[in-house]
């Protein structure tokens, strides 16, 4: 079975950090480009950051804060993100753009 699945969201503070994880099974992190979106409540989904083999890319909001990253002996792909800020809340979900697969989405919400 070809799946995305995320985990590690929740409610955090603001200024506080949380560690998104992606695992995927029948199919490999390792090739393409692989990255994170997010979809706040009324706003059109947008692209946080991506990585393919050893570049990244980050949204300008997002940039110095988050750091995404994979481990392809895991087959699992990471999003660390630091100095949350109330703006970062939102539905995040992993994304496997040359598969075309994306997971079911994590929420996280940071609190003023």
């Known amino acids: 079975q070809v799946r995305l699945v995320e985990s590690g969201g929740g409610l955090v503070q603001a200024g506080g950090s949380l560690r998104l994880s992606c695992a995927a099974s029948g199919v490999i992190f390792a090739i393409g480009t692989v990255g994170w979106y997010r979809q706040a409540p009324g706003k059109q989904r947008e692209l946080v950051a991506t990585i393919t083999s050893g570049n990244t890319n980050y949204a300008d909001s997002v940039k110095g804060r988050f750091t995404i990253s994979r481990d392809n002996a895991k087959n699992t792909m990471y999003l660390q993100m630091n100095s949350l800020i109330p703006e970062d809340t939102a539905v995040y979900y992993c994304?496997?753009?040359?598969?075309?697969?994306w997971g079911q989405g994590t929420e996280v919400t940071v609190s003023s």
């Open positions: 994304n496997h753009r040359t598969f075309g697969l």
